[in-house]
């Protein structure tokens, strides 16, 4: 499934730049999904969009470094630097944020909240953070044709469960797997197991767990089929599963973590009118619910999603399945009723013009804030103090004599071209 993400950045940049009143410069990870800091580059081709040198657009616009699908990773940036080209005028990288010009900061646009990952970027005190719910954009346009689905259901099993890559902070999802082999659930489930983690190609009992908690003591190819779909599946949807079974449960990207970042997964069956199970960090539910989307307190125990224990949680969300298991085919179809009048209610929400300007509004408010804030931080102060007195090195203007005909280094002229621009707008 090719999903064109850039046209989203296209449409980042534009309101950026509206709000701003000038050029910025987009950084986004391309090929989409990638983690590798050399695949976070700039969004245009800098040689044919404008007159002036690459290097000097780089340095006279603000950036925006956009981590916005994935969660954020200090740590791993920190120890991940972009290798850079040495030379008398090299600066050394620094996280994802590794070109800075005239301007103190840079922003940085992400999608995750009660993040201790942003705390420390903001520490650093070089990123403005830019918060909205990237995957609530991207799912509005990967899930636009469930609107005008209208499902038959034929229901064979109870839960619906996609768990396909378990690397990382998917661990947890074959504990859950486990849990729902030694609760008698697995029957009631339509769900796959991969032995083999697509992105590491290795059978999990073989995996280095991060959490050894959640390595599974049985073996689960022996309770479910087999499957190798890739984690980019959470992509698309097949409307067959969803007329198959009453509830989704969804298993998030984040789970043993204390961050609130919402996915396309869990808007999958928002998108597909299905009531829903959110195994998430703790508050996820209300997360969903400060977006205008309903849940399931009144037919269901949500009191799972208040729990910080992640392994409490996990047994709590068994639980709750349990029990609905147990339900008398009268109390089935009285409370799947009620479920899914608020599923329909979460699904005309979710394609409504109320929603996609909630999402896009707040884009726009806290991109004009971050504006606002670099602004105010910013008195090109330390460019100038950084290049005045390299221009007058003999090794710096000998460098500078030799990479002047490459658009994408300095040269002498366009160092004095910038530093005249921010001397400028320090007087100013």
Request: hydrophobic letters at 35%; one cysteine or more; aromatic letters at 14%.
């Amino acid at each position: 499934m090719n999903i064109p993400l850039d046209r989203l950045y296209y449409y980042i940049e534009s309101v950026a730049e509206q709000i701003r009143g000038d050029r910025v410069i987009i950084y986004r990870f391309y090929p989409h999904g990638s983690k590798n800091i050399n695949d976070l580059n700039n969004l245009r081709d800098f040689e044919k969009d404008s007159d002036l040198p690459v290097w000097v657009k780089k340095a006279i616009f603000p950036s925006i470094w956009c981590n916005d699908q994935e969660p954020l990773d200090y740590e791993y940036y920190s120890n991940n630097l972009r290798p850079v080209k040495i030379s008398p005028v090299s600066r050394e990288p620094k996280n994802l944020n590794y070109i800075r010009g005239v301007f103190e900061k840079s922003l940085l646009l992400h999608s995750e909240q009660r993040s201790k990952n942003l705390d420390k970027y903001q520490a650093d005190n070089e990123l403005i953070s830019v918060y909205y719910w990237s995957h609530a954009v991207i799912a509005r346009d990967w899930f636009r044709y469930a609107e005008h689905v209208i499902q038959k259901k034929k229901i064979n099993k109870k839960f619906l469960i996609y768990s396909r890559a378990w690397s990382g902070t998917r661990e947890y999802r074959l504990r859950f797997a486990e849990l729902l082999v030694l609760t008698d659930l697995y029957q009631d489930c339509h769900t796959t197991i991969n032995p083999i983690e697509p992105e590491l190609d290795i059978h999990y009992n073989k995996h280095q767990f991060c959490n050894p908690n959640w390595r599974p003591q049985i073996v689960l190819e022996n309770y479910f089929p087999g499957s190798d779909a890739h984690s980019s599946y959470s992509a698309d949807f097949d409307i067959e599963d969803y007329e198959a079974t009453d509830i989704e449960v969804v298993l998030e990207t984040l789970f043993d973590d204390d961050r609130l970042q919402l996915t396309e997964k869990s808007l999958r069956p928002i998108a597909c009118g299905q009531p829903f199970i959110l195994v998430g960090t703790h508050g996820s539910l209300e997360y969903l619910r400060s977006y205008g989307f309903k849940t399931f307190a009144d037919i269901w125990d949500e009191s799972y999603d208040l729990i910080i224990d992640p392994q409490l949680r996990l047994h709590a969300v068994t639980d709750v399945m349990r029990w609905i298991s147990t339900w008398s085919a009268e109390i089935r179809e009285k409370k799947m009723t009620q479920a899914q009048a608020i599923a329909e209610y979460n699904r005309k929400h979710f394609f409504s013009q109320e929603f996609f300007d909630q999402v896009v509004n707040e884009l726009k408010t806290n991109l004009k804030s971050a504006f606002d804030e670099l602004n105010q931080c910013n008195n090109y102060k330390s460019w100038i103090s950084r290049w005045e007195p390299q221009i007058n090195d003999p090794c710096v203007l000998e460098y500078l004599e030799k990479v002047q005909d490459d658009p994408t280094y300095p040269s002498l002229a366009r160092i004095k071209f910038v530093l005249d621009l921010a001397r400028c707008h320090l007087q100013s």
